[in-house]
């Protein structure tokens, strides 16, 4: 039995050293293998980029509707006042540029004056992208009103 594990033993100095570790060939298989999957995660990246430009325009216009919204809010409380020349009332407002330079126009429309007072008037404003057709973002309020003129 002795010299049966002299032998593995003999055998064990006597094995060349060159197996230890990684070869050229593995190295540059791997290499191969992760370019492999790099590449086929690539759409998926690019879909969520434009999803992340898409989710952020969408804010943008969001953001735009809501602060025509309080705008609306805060104008006077006379219908007279509140659509009628330099009131908020039915107007296309100046066209407003995001931080990443992508244009807005908001589209403001508000309904008839109420034919009873205090009443109220509904507004709505809508947002789209400039050269695209379609709102990305719509919203509604009402105003109270207190009086005609």
Do not use: W
Request: glycine residues 8%.
């Amino acid at each position: 039995m002795s010299r049966h594990n002299d032998v593995i033993r003999d055998d064990a100095a006597v094995r060349p050293s060159s197996d230890d570790g990684l070869g050229l060939i593995e190295i540059v298989v791997c290499i191969f293998l992760i370019g492999i999957l790099a590449i086929s995660f690539l759409p998926l990246f690019a879909q969520g980029m434009q999803l992340a430009v898409r989710n952020a325009t969408i804010a943008s216009a969001t953001q735009i509707a809501n602060e025509q919204l309080e705008i609306a809010r805060g104008t006077a409380t006379s219908c007279a006042a509140f659509t009628g020349t330099g009131g908020y009332g039915p107007s296309t407002p100046p066209v407003m540029t995001d931080a990443r330079g992508t244009n807005y126009q908001a589209t403001r429309t508000v309904s008839t004056c109420p034919a009873t007072y205090p009443g109220i008037v509904q507004v709505t404003v809508s947002v789209a992208k400039v050269g695209v057709a379609g709102a990305l973002s719509s919203a509604t309020t009402y105003v109270r009103l207190t009086a005609a003129s």
